[in-house]
């Protein structure tokens, strides 16, 4: 079975201008979200209480917050965890809260936040009686802004990790179009994530690390392809060669893509809520960085001015002999 | 005949061998059980056995097994529930004393013949098994303020000891900074010096200013002497901790020490956070100094009433009678310098006691003291500090709350050192109450949960289900996807994934992953993302056979071209896997392990596992087309 006409020679690089200009276009946007809409941290990130909650019938949200203001819960965060019987419950810790208030809403000590979360359950017990606590967590602040800065670090190290990598393997314009195109991928996943606010926990970090894993592989399939190509044909026209290097692979990325979206499409409907959002930003980043393998990575490849000489086996015995037609 | 050397088949087949029985524990899952142990020679035998069949038939509580296994008993149960239950039937039914200790455990149910050559199944995280999480972190100041205030008090003695006329002895505020030592004349600061030096090797000893008579010596502790006293101080409460754990009966406990400064404590099945807190989380030390008076004497009393204390002492009440009692300033030894601490009973009197060791250093010191000192009473101080966190100005200020109360003020009977005993002590009950709190108590620095997570058994459980339900359900839709799209060559890369999973699971039983949701995640991606490499050969295969090539030579072609964009690939990719192991031991670590694992395992199941299937079918045969 195939689904792809392997004749085809669609010419992505001839509308590269507006391939170039329309992922320019959303990494400032993604940007953009990022600095005003910001990213939903979840506890992990900006420390507080959280509580998850089982009810014994279907309720919702407006119902349990509706309850935890009455018992005087100031701006509880409350999500549904996949299905209308379980609760989470998030109450952060707030820079401008009062002494009296951080006893309800952000208090920051372990003994405080036992407390906190008792409150909570029997709040919640008040209105409705069975609600059993599943689990709770409390975080620092201090642990949060750790993790942020070693998210960054580990990220930072990825990105330059597989520069160099590629830097050996192929040559520094394949580096510099993977990087370039990895730097896109993170923020346009982000980007989303900050427009559909979706909480922003510590699996999520680890999707993003991952999609940066996931989507440099596309691209490294692509690059490889142009290698190969650069090498065994005799007439090396730049666009051509990558057009057809697209082209040549194009079954393949998307192939795997639809495999690799397929499991995660699995995890995300039945993982459970521990793993929703994992799976939500890897099919994110997984269609982010189908889209860039194809209209993105080439097209600056390209730009850089990639030729055939810069990848031919270096022959040091007779450089005279290479340089003949 | 293929291409495919014989000896490739040997290993594809000793690796599906090797990853079927490595894998195999984990069909096993371990069951809840009660574990009781016996402690102090008590007997552990058929007896036992019969006593708490007997206290579970009582109760109408059922069990699935019910033997002794070495040292300990094991009783198995149905699910979590019963098995809380029924531990409290057992503790009830061995009695309160200390013979026996009984924990909540989960007892294996992998064949004898598969522990036998180490196969074991994956331990679960705590998210998958309920339980409690603590972070906690270490105050790394308090260690150096005791480590210069003991060397102040060490340096005040030694300079009586050496007849050396001294002002004073003070810390200089300035934390890390050392101690300042006022002497009277330039003869006495140099005799001060070159003794304090050659005492204690690991101060700097430094002239300071000198005005008058004044004549100012500076001694700071090294800066790789204070880094190791920091470094000790963790490694000191981690093993504290442990022992105030293991007092709890948890099973396999997880204590380790994280980054610089902080503390894991995993403590899996327990139900009750709270419980495990006011154990762990007692950030409690203890302090042996000089009493004065006994508790609730008339001079004690009058320093209550008046708040006039005098100036060497301070004012303490007694646990329990909140009697007043005045204890001398001077710090004898401190609780990181008590090794060891038991309870039993005085052969002469009968009344109970507490044998306490020291260490060696707090041994000197003790002999020292009550050499002087017979007759003379002597106060353990529990000193508890808790936080009080508040949010100023957008930043968080920590300001430490500390409750001291004295725990036991005896009469000093004779000289002693590294062994001596506490009498005097009420009951039984309450000398091995003290033992464990002076044993537990020795923290070397106080601790802080900086993060704390609680999460229940049912809910563990059900992220088991839900992982376990979208592994296979990821797993059979690439199966057939693939079996549809490559038909022959997708069903030869689909037994190749099965195989992936069962040696990635085998690999991480093998060296003891601990299995979390994160982890189960990073499976289901693994399984998603090996199945590109078997599409990048039947891609190859493809165009090869469109460009002519014969089925052989297409084979052939397809694996080789497509291993170095394989190779490249997956590099790249372990480069990403490899940075998020370096992430803490959170559920990103838990993920970037498996990640990793998966990818290796992938690279050998795609390519050489589904080539040596490929040879086995394709290999004599005159072939006019391939099924790809």
């Not at chain 2, 509580?61 to 094991?74: F, K, P, Q, R, W």
């Amino acid at each position: 079975m195939e689904i792809f006409n392997h004749n085809a020679n669609v010419n992505f690089l001839g509308i590269r201008k507006y391939t170039i200009g329309l992922a320019a276009l959303l990494m400032i946007a993604s940007v953009g979200l990022i600095f005003t809409k910001g990213l939903n941290y979840a506890l992990d990130f900006t420390g507080g209480i959280s509580v998850e909650v089982s009810y014994p019938q279907p309720t919702d949200v407006g119902q349990v917050r509706a309850a935890l203001q009455k018992h005087g819960f100031e701006n509880p965060l409350v999500q549904s965890l996949g299905g209308s019987r379980q609760m989470s419950i998030r109450l952060q810790a707030k820079e401008d809260t009062a002494d009296a208030a951080a006893d309800k809403t952000g208090a920051t000590s372990s003994a405080a936040a036992d407390k906190v979360a008792n409150d909570v359950l029997a709040a919640l017990k008040a209105e409705t009686p069975g609600v059993t606590m599943t689990s709770h967590s409390f975080v620092t602040s201090a642990v949060g802004d750790e993790v942020k800065s070693d998210g960054s670090v580990a990220a930072i190290f990825v990105i330059i990790g597989i520069g160099l990598y590629l830097w050996m393997r192929f040559e520094r314009r394949f580096a510099i179009a993977a990087l370039v195109t990895e730097v896109h991928d993170v923020l346009v996943t982000l980007g989303v994530i900050a427009l559909v606010q979706r909480e922003f926990d510590l699996t999520v970090l680890a999707s993003v690390l991952a999609v940066i894993g996931y989507s440099i592989n596309d691209k490294v399939v692509v690059f490889d392809r142009i290698r190969e190509l650069f090498r065994s044909a005799r007439k090396a026209e730049p666009e051509e060669i990558l057009n057809r290097s697209i082209n040549t692979t194009l079954s393949r990325t998307i192939i795997t893509s639809l495999f690799t979206g397929i499991t995660m499409a699995a995890l995300y409907f039945i993982g459970g809520p521990a793993v929703e959002g994992f799976a939500v930003t890897m099919l994110i980043g997984i269609v982010v960085g189908t889209l860039s393998s194809i209209f993105v990575a080439s097209p600056i490849l390209l730009w850089l001015g990639v030729s055939k000489k810069d990848l031919m086996p270096v022959t040091k015995e007779n450089p005279e002999l290479a340089r003949r037609p | 005949m293929s291409d495919f050397p014989r000896w490739k088949y040997a290993l594809v087949a000793l690796a599906l061998v090797f990853g079927i029985i490595y894998a195999l524990p984990n069909a096993f899952p371990p069951v809840p059980a009660v574990q009781v142990q016996a402690n102090h020679g008590a007997p552990l035998d058929a007896s036992v056995q019969q006593k708490v069949a007997d206290a579970l038939a009582a109760q109408k509580i059922a069990y699935t097994g019910l033997a002794i296994d070495g040292d300990h008993l094991v009783a198995n149960f149905s699910n979590a529930d019963v098995q809380a239950k029924a531990s409290d039937v057992i503790k009830a039914a061995l009695g309160d004393n200390n013979n026996y200790t009984v924990a909540l455990n989960l007892a294996p149910t992998v064949p004898a013949w598969l522990r036998a050559i180490h196969a074991k199944s994956m331990p679960l995280g705590l998210d998958l098994q309920g339980g409690v999480h603590f972070l906690m972190a270490v105050d790394q100041n308090s260690v150096i303020d005791q480590q210069e205030e003991r060397y102040a008090d060490d340096i005040r003695s030694l300079l009586r000891q050496k007849n050396i006329r001294y002002e004073s002895v003070t810390r200089v505020k300035g934390r890390g900074d050392g101690i300042n030592i006022a002497l009277r004349s330039d003869a006495d600061r140099n005799a001060a010096a070159s003794d304090i030096a050659s005492e204690y090797p690991d101060l700097n000893v430094n002239n300071g200013d000198s005005s008058g008579d004044r004549f100012m010596l500076n001694a700071a502790v090294k800066p790789q002497k204070l880094q190791e006293i920091a470094l000790g101080a963790i490694k000191q409460n981690v093993s504290t901790l442990r022992n105030r754990v293991n007092a709890l009966g948890v099973s396999e406990p997880v204590i380790q020490q994280q980054g610089e400064n902080q503390i894991v404590v995993e403590l899996a099945g327990m139900q009750n956070p709270a419980e495990a807190k006011k154990v762990i989380g007692a950030v409690a030390t203890l302090e042996y100094h000089p009493g004065i008076g006994y508790p609730g004497d008339p001079q004690a009393v009058d320093a209550a009433k008046t708040g006039n204390v005098p100036p060497n002492a301070r004012l303490y009440y007694m646990r329990g009678t909140h009697q007043p009692v005045l204890v001398a300033k001077q710090l004898i030894v401190s609780g990181d310098q008590l090794a060891n601490a038991t309870s039993g009973t005085d052969p002469q009197s009968g009344t109970p006691t507490v044998n306490v060791t020291l260490t060696a250093a707090g041994a000197k010191r003790m002999l020292d003291f009550t050499t002087n000192n017979v007759g003379k009473p002597m106060a353990v101080v529990y000193v508890e500090t808790t936080y009080d966190t508040k949010t100023v100005d957008g930043k968080e200020v920590r300001t430490p709350r500390v409750t001291e109360e004295v725990i036991s003020d005896a009469r000093i009977d004779g000289v002693f050192g590294k062994n001596f005993q506490t009498t005097g002590l009420g009951s039984p009950k309450e000398a091995s109450e003290l033992a464990l709190l002076l044993k537990g108590g020795s923290l070397a620095a106080p601790v802080d949960i900086v993060s704390e997570s609680a999460l229940s058994p049912s809910l563990g459980q059900d992220n088991i289900n839900k992982g376990f339900k979208a592994v296979m359900l990821g797993l059979a839709l690439v199966l057939l996807a693939a079996a549809i799209y490559y038909k022959l060559f997708g069903l030869v890369a689909d037994i190749a994934l099965f195989f992936n999973l069962v040696i990635l699971v085998a690999v991480m039983s093998l060296i003891g992953v601990t299995l979390t949701m994160p982890g189960i995640a990073g499976i289901v991606l693994t399984l998603g993302m090996a199945i590109d490499a078997n599409v990048l050969i039947c891609e190859r295969i493809r165009e090869e056979l469109r460009n002519g090539s014969t089925p052989h030579a297409s084979i052939r072609a397809g694996y080789e071209k497509a291993w170095a964009t394989i190779l490249d690939a997956n590099v790249t990719h372990l480069i990403a896997a490899l940075a998020l192991t370096t992430m803490g031991s959170g559920p990103i670590r838990g993920f970037g392990v498996t990640l990793l694992i998966g990818i290796l395992t992938s690279m050998f199941t795609s390519v050489t596992v589904t080539h040596a299937i490929t040879a086995l079918i394709h290999g004599n045969r005159k072939l006019k087309t391939l099924s790809v």
